[in-house]
Structures are given as structure tokens and as C-alpha cells.
Nanobody, 121 residues
Framework: QVQLVESGGGLVQPGGSLRLSCAAS????????MGWYRQVPGKQRESVAT???????NYAASVKGRFTISRDNAKNTVYLQMNSLLPEDTAVYYC???????????????WGQGTQVTVSS
């Protein structure tokens, strides 16, 4: 019904940059809040950044000043620009979107497939 497809992950050196993208597709009436989460083996998934349909943003303290979340509502796409990357940023990054789909009465959360970000020398 709704799919989120992520891209942009990879291997980068400390201090480098990556830009993640996530596009929502399917029978969509409205995409509300979108966000990025990350997970390391053995730890809980944590919120990195979120953005509302109106453009209001929230960031985890660990990424403030380094990461920027943005969205293109016409394309139902959310981005995460990651600068000054640190080894501790290494994780699988997951896209999330709160979506009202055509065939659903209520809003549901959908998740992307995950993309690996590795920060290493």
C-alpha cells in the first residue's frame, strides 16, 4: 500500500559527509511527520531527526549542528544531510513516515528498509 525506499548510505571517513534520501510511494493521501532513526546491534532504535509537514524539526542532541533534515512535499521525500560524521554515527539508518493512505481510515507509521552508514578510517 505504502512503501518507503531509502538510498545514500555507504562508507565514509570521519569528518566526511553523506546525504540520505527516502521516498514514499503508493496510494497516499497525505504524508505527515517524517523522520530518520538509527540502530546499532544490541541497542534500541533511536530517533535522529524528525520533520513535520509544515517544516518544524527536532534533532537528537548528539547530531545537532551536524545533521540537517529536510523534505520535498511534492515528491513525498525526506532527506538527511550528515556532515562532520563521527565513528559513533555508524548504524543502520531507517526512514519513518506517518501516512494517511487511500484505503486506510487512520494514519499509520511506515518504515524504510534501512541503509547502512559506516564511518571509519
Amino acid at each position: 500500500q505504502v512503501q518507503l525506499v531509502e538510498s545514500g548510505g555507504g562508507l565514509v571517513q570521519p569528518g566526511g559527509s553523506l546525504r540520505l534520501s527516502c521516498a514514499a510511494s503508493g496510494s497516499i493521501l497525505r504524508v505527515n511527520t517524517m523522520g530518520w532513526y538509527r540502530q546499532v546491534p544490541g541497542k534500541q532504535r533511536e530517533s535522529v531527526a524528525t520533520i513535520t509537514s509544515g517544516g518544524s524539526t527536532n534533532y537528537a542532541a548528539s547530531v545537532k549542528g551536524r545533521f540537517t533534515i529536510s523534505r520535498d512535499n511534492a515528491k513525498n521525500t525526506v532527506y538527511l544531510q550528515m556532515n562532520s560524521l563521527l565513528p559513533e554515527d555508524t548504524a543502520v539508518y531507517y526512514c519513518n513516515a506517518a501516512v494517511r493512505a487511500t484505503m486506510n481510515r487512520y494514519e499509520y507509521d511506515y518504515w524504510g528498509q534501512g541503509t547502512q552508514v559506516t564511518v571509519s578510517s
